[in-house]
């Protein structure tokens, strides 16, 4: 047991005054997130309780989410190949850790965000500049985002067109319908793609109303798990 977890009782901190068998009794401490000490179950513990800095009040570190500055029509190679995209564009931009994995915020029909991302997490949801968009999975799926997700792994704000991210995922991370080019892979004209806007902080971020054929380039939101 480490040293943090007992309190030794003043008898038998001084061993040589000990004329038989001295007995170390200690009352265990209960771990805690704000201890400083990194315990199972955190993922971070700098040693206070505020919310907003890198390690939240319940000790989850924040999480990236960007809209990749590159565009993409609808051919990306299923939900593999647009994860892969987003691993890309972390890594050139200096945000791809050890144990980091990025996912893409896409829906093909079999799979979308609520069954293959972390559906626990608790801590902040960041862009890449530190400003807050939602705090926890279930903020990030309430249809009202504090910013809209419209910065590049950078943390350079996007201007310019286009001004969608593919998606086919509705506001609880959840599927739509079918409208997702071929389970994304295809850029088939005579095909068409659900998206969400960058501008958007209700649920228009994800689900945006509009349909787009999959030969269009646009872009892909990226989410760190």
Same mark, same amino acid.
């Given at each position: ?12 901190? %001084? +061993?040589?005054?000990?004329? *038989? ?8 401490? =209960? !771990? &805690?997130?704000? @201890? $400083? ?37 609808? %051919? +990306?190679?299923?939900?593999? *190949? ?8 972390? =890594? !050139? &931009?200096?945000? @791809? $850790? ?128």
């Amino acid at each position: 047991m480490s040293p943090r977890a007992l309190r030794l009782p003043a008898l038998c901190l %001084a +061993l040589a005054t000990c004329d *038989g068998p001295c007995v170390l009794d200690y009352e265990p401490i =209960a !771990a &805690a997130c704000g @201890d $400083g000490t990194l315990d199972d179950g955190e993922e971070c513990d700098d040693g206070n309780a505020v919310d907003d800095d890198d390690c939240s009040a319940e000790c989850f570190r924040p999480r990236l989410v960007f809209a990749t500055a590159g565009t993409f029509d609808g %051919a +990306l190679g299923s939900l593999q *190949g647009a994860d892969d995209r987003c691993a890309a564009a972390a =890594a !050139a &931009a200096g945000l @791809d $850790g050890p144990d980091t994995q990025w996912l893409a915020w896409l829906g093909d029909g079999a799979i979308w965000p609520e069954t293959r991302f972390d559906a626990h997490f608790a801590g902040w949801y960041r862009l890449p500049d530190g400003t807050d968009i939602a705090r926890g999975w279930a903020d990030l799926t309430d249809g009202a985002l504090l910013h809209a997700i419209d910065q590049n792994p950078h943390g350079d704000p996007i201007t310019g067109e286009p001004r969608y991210a593919w998606t086919n995922v509705g506001q609880k991370g959840d599927a739509v319908d079918t409208l997702h080019c071929a389970g994304w892979t295809s850029n088939d004209i005579a095909l068409k793609g659900r998206v969400g806007s960058l501008d958007a902080t209700n649920r228009g971020w994800t689900q945006d109303g509009a349909l787009i054929t999959c030969d269009t380039p646009n872009r892909l939101l990226c989410v760190e798990q």
